[in-house]
């Protein structure tokens, strides 16, 4: 609903909707939609961001330094039966979508990577 009421009062076009089981899955396709709709060229090294040299100053630093990775994908439901109060007030299909709602879902990804 929240990104519904967002796409209901910017302009079209201003908003592009990304899923992180669908960037994980599918890394370089995501990203090529992200940066064109940035309006950034395509550059290879942007795969392998986790490579860089630079100086990474933020809280994330650690994770910056891996290369993308699928074990976030579905952890939420391990906190499903503490969140349920959440769920109720949301309705169960804001939660359950984040696994089947995207081009991939959590179920197409082994377990072992979950």
């Given at each position: 609903?929240?990104?519904q009421h967002w796409h209901s009062i910017v302009p079209e076009g201003f908003i592009l909707d990304m899923h992180y089981e669908s960037l ?91």
């Open positions: 609903e929240m990104m994980v899955q599918n890394q370089e396709a995501e990203t090529r939609k992200l940066l064109d709709f940035v309006g950034l060229e395509w550059e290879a090294d942007t795969l392998s961001f986790h490579s860089t040299k630079s100086t990474i100053s933020t809280a994330s630093v650690a994770q910056v330094r891996k290369p993308m990775y699928k074990s976030a994908v579905g952890r939420w439901r391990k906190y499903e039966k503490h969140i349920q109060p959440l769920l109720n007030v949301l309705g169960d299909e804001a939660f359950l979508n984040l696994d089947t709602d995207h081009d991939t879902h959590a179920a197409n990804i082994p377990k072992e990577e979950l």
